[in-house]
């Protein structure tokens, strides 16, 4: 099922994100990775829309950006959102420093750790390059703080299939995760399984 989008707020301080009364409550989906990962590329692919910003210069968004995805159409706004997707910004631009924490803006960490709403962190790693470290510490972040997390290895149409399954056994040592679903924004490879786990957390 497609659900349509409806752009919310663009957001850097936690004062600003969107209150439980305009979002009902409803399960948010947050996309973390490094600049030019793939995110709203990915984000595109799963709304079947342009609503999210893509570039080829990596470090663009330095806000969070929240949707709400609607079923059906029409007063898309006046109906509960079945998903919130909140798009953070992409971390390890800059060269010299490799800490997320002094990469990335301050309101990332208030935002991981105490966002009620947060249902589930979708991670991307890019499929094309070896295992980055400051993936492994968002990962094991995440599973300190116990937040559900699914890694996704984007890009994965630019591969083919023997060295894809030898990069995604590198990620999955590295990370030390069970599992990383790999996707295409280009050929749609792996959607509609990620679409199928994203309707689970809507439904739980
Ligand atoms: N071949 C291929 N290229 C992709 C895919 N996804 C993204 N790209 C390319 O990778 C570049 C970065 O994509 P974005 O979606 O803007 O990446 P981002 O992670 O949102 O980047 P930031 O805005 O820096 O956070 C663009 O040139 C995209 O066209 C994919 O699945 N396959």
Request: with cysteine.
């Amino acid at each position: 099922m497609r659900l349509s989008p409806v752009f919310l707020l663009s957001a850097t301080d936690v004062s600003h994100f969107p209150t439980k009364a305009k979002t009902f409550d409803v399960p948010e989906i947050a996309f973390l990775g490094r600049s030019n990962v793939g995110k709203s590329s990915l984000i595109n692919s799963l709304i079947g829309s342009k609503e999210a910003h893509v570039s080829s210069t990596p470090g663009r968004t330095r806000a969070i950006n929240f949707f709400a995805l609607h079923e059906g159409a029409g007063e898309k706004k006046k109906i509960r959102p079945t998903l919130i997707f909140a798009d953070l910004p992409g971390y390890g631009y800059a060269k010299i420093s490799r800490s997320i924490s002094s990469e990335w803006p301050t309101f990332i960490e208030p935002y991981l750790a105490n966002r009620e709403t947060l249902a589930l962190c979708i991670c991307l790693v890019d499929t094309n390059i070896p295992p980055q470290p400051n993936d492994t510490q968002l990962i094991t972040y995440l599973k300190q703080s116990q937040r559900p997390y699914l890694v996704v290895g984007t890009k994965s149409d630019r591969i083919s299939g023997n060295v894809l399954s030898k990069s995604i056994a590198a990620l999955k040592r590295e990370h030390e995760v069970d599992e990383i679903l790999p996707i295409s924004a280009k050929t749609d490879a792996g959607i509609k399984t990620l679409w199928s786990r994203l309707m689970a957390v809507a439904e739980d």
